[in-house]
């Protein structure tokens, strides 16, 4: 069965002060790792698609990066309105099941 | 701007009263979502159409149904919702035809739920 685990579940950081979330995961059959950004009350908000071992991305202060194992969006200075929940999720298998991570809850302090 | 839109964002029903919640889009995509969120949870996937193709998960209650008349429309009809069925429904889509694939969903701004 394929599994997502998302640390830390909650991060706080001053304004400014760089930091990663993590992404783990055990698939047969990676088709596609997806960062989404939710903040509270909304749906999720699409940021990147990384297909491939190796692959980056970059978004403003966010780059989201890929091994075999696991997924790393790192946050480079980061401003109070980056706060938000962080999910990750895996494309699998061969239809569009798409499997969700708990979340980090990122907070920034001003 | 092409968009997921839900209908209605807030929804107060009572204690096995029928409830039906409704997801529209204007991306044109094939694919069409529905998850469960409850608070401080991930996503739930419920059921999904991969074009008229309807896919239920394993562990989506009965109580449960969807229906997609067409592509632009889907539906989640909760015939008899329970305290536990309060939660934040959300409608997604994605697209995985053509040059233009590129599976990512694209969410609506979700349904609140509550059950008195």
């Known amino acids: 069965e394929d599994q997502v685990t998302q640390s830390p579940e909650a991060l706080r950081l001053q304004e400014g002060e760089s930091s990663s979330l993590n992404c783990s995961y055990t698939v047969s059959g990676l088709r596609g790792l997806f960062w989404y950004r939710q903040d509270p009350g909304k749906g999720p908000e699409f940021l990147f698609t990384l297909y491939s071992a190796g692959e980056e991305k970059e978004k403003e202060r966010l780059k989201a990066t890929l091994t075999k194992k696991e997924s790393f969006l790192h946050i480079t200075a980061p401003k109070p309105e980056d706060s938000a929940t962080y999910l990750c999720?895996?494309?699998?298998?061969?239809?569009?099941?798409?499997?969700f991570g708990t979340g980090t809850k990122l907070q920034v302090i001003p | 701007d092409a968009m997921v839109i839900q209908n209605p964002r807030y929804q107060v029903t009572q204690f096995g009263k029928p409830v039906t919640l409704s997801c529209s889009q204007t991306l044109n995509h094939n694919v069409m979502y529905w998850y469960q969120q409850k608070s401080s949870q991930a996503p739930k996937l419920l059921f999904h159409?991969?074009?008229?193709?309807?896919?239920n998960e394993a562990d989506t209650p009965d109580n449960f149904q969807s229906r997609r008349p067409n592509t632009s429309f889907c539906f989640l009809d909760i015939r008899s919702p329970g305290l536990g069925d309060a939660a934040m429904y959300l409608c997604?889509?994605?697209?995985?035809?053509?040059?233009?694939?590129?599976?990512?969903?694209?969410f609506g701004p979700g349904t609140r739920l509550t059950v008195t």
């Open positions: 999720a895996l494309l699998s298998g061969g239809y569009q099941k798409v499997t």
């Open positions: 997604a889509t994605s697209n995985s035809r053509g040059t233009l694939r590129s599976y990512e969903q694209y």
């Open positions: 159409y991969y074009d008229k193709d309807f896919n």
